[in-house]
């Protein structure tokens, strides 16, 4: 069973950045989107970025400008460049890989707190 792995989150001040990284632990084949979401304490899940296999991508609002989303195909890995981070982002961060045909793949989240 394939699964998704993320990293790169932890402990940042106001304004500073991380990078997260999602990758297959094994080869998914025709993915075509890579998203990621997160879920703050108490709240939904919500959709942050998504990358297509054309590397057209998306975001919301609120990080619009600040976050940046790419992909590695040969690696089935996506990033999410995240800067000028501030407290609201504070989440888990989740990936989720979805395939043609629709099958999708999530990882296990990896925790983003921002505070000073």
């Known amino acids: 069973q394939v699964q998704l792995e993320e990293s790169g989150g932890g402990l940042v001040q106001p304004g500073e950045s991380l990078r997260l990284s999602c990758a297959a632990s094994?080869?998914?084949?025709?993915?075509?989107?890579m998203t990621w979401f997160r879920q703050a304490p108490g709240k939904e899940r919500e959709w942050v970025a998504e990358?297509?296999?054309?590397?057209?991508?998306n975001s919301a609002d609120s990080v619009k400008g600040r976050f940046t989303i790419s992909r590695d195909n040969a690696k089935n890995t996506v990033y999410l460049q995240m800067n000028v981070l501030k407290p609201e982002d504070t989440a888990v961060y989740y990936c989720?890989?979805?395939?043609?045909?629709?099958?999708?793949?999530w990882g296990q989240g990896t925790q983003v707190t921002v505070s000073s």
């Open positions: 990358i297509y296999s054309s590397g057209a991508t």
């Open positions: 989720r890989f979805t395939v043609l045909g629709g099958m999708n793949y």
């Open positions: 094994g080869t998914i084949r025709n993915i075509y989107t």
